[in-house]
């Protein structure tokens, strides 16, 4: 089976024309931050200290500016270009990485129909998720093809409706907000014919800045003049359930500073706030500590899959309903922070999934 794998790579292009690729300098970048010594970095890497001066003097060369600075009693420390240069590479990865996650999928799902016997590949359309993803590794390490697309949930609904895919997922809030958020998806689904997966419950709320700079207490801090906001993008269930909020709080969503600013997963929006584009966010905890961010709880909710009734005896439902019910998934769901996976694997029928019995 052909594995493809699609990842970011920045390229730094000199006066001269010139380029010279940023991937084999990150690492030792990163090991330069960790150890506070050139040499240190450098045998990790397996690489002479000669060798790895010439990398990083050759990348300064093309931006122009040193990427490390010698302090007494530190060693050797990431000059502010250095810093800039990784938080640059961590940006462009997380937000870009679900779709290239699913893009590499979708390449090698159609390459491996030529060079292997005809088999079901396990199509899931889903609402961005760290319980998604670790579903997605585990299936790609027993060797089941899968073909992923990180859609809206609405989006990933209605594609299961026209029979696009065999798992479609998305997640509901629990509380006031459940019976709104549900009727988007109650015309796509029908309770006859298909049922309802419980993957994980999870937390999503607020990204802040380490110890909370701007001393945000919850989303009626949206409000205010100093605080510069990203967002995910329209049609998604995060969307969806932020809007609803902050109309109950009384605020305007469209007064928020950078409201239309959006993102289309967790990840970017923590790199983003990261970064120090933006001072706040909201989506799901793992990402917020992944980027050493602070995480206001705001909200539990269900993440569920919707799938068709009738092929859940059979490959390749019946396979991974078999993985989610497993300990070794729900260790690796347990991992994750604000996530809880005791549920997982469990079936429901469509209205009691969408009227929060697990609640």
Known sequence: MVRIECQVELVVKGADGREASLTDVMPLLALVNESGSIAQAAARKGLSYRHAWGLLRSIEER?????IAK????????SELGHAVLRGQRLCGERLGGN???LASEVASDLNRWLAPPADDVRIHAS????VAALVTALVAKDLPVEIKYRDSADAVSALARGECDLAGFHLPLGEFRSVCADTYRRWLDPQRHVLVHLTRRKQGLFVGKGNPKRIGGLGDLARDDIRFVNRQPGSGTRMLLDLALRQLGVDPDRVNGYASTELTHSAIAAFVASGMADIG???EPAAHHFGLDFIPIVDEDYYFACDRAHLARAPLATVIDLLRGSAFHHRVEQLDGYDPRDCGRLLDVHEGLGGALA
């Open 100 to 102: 290239l996650q699913a």
């Open 282 to 284: 909201f989506g799901v």
């Open 63 to 67: 931006l122009g500016g040193p990427l």
């Open 128 to 131: 961005h998720g760290y319980a």
């Open 71 to 78: 302090e007494r009693g530190r060693g050797s420390v990431l």
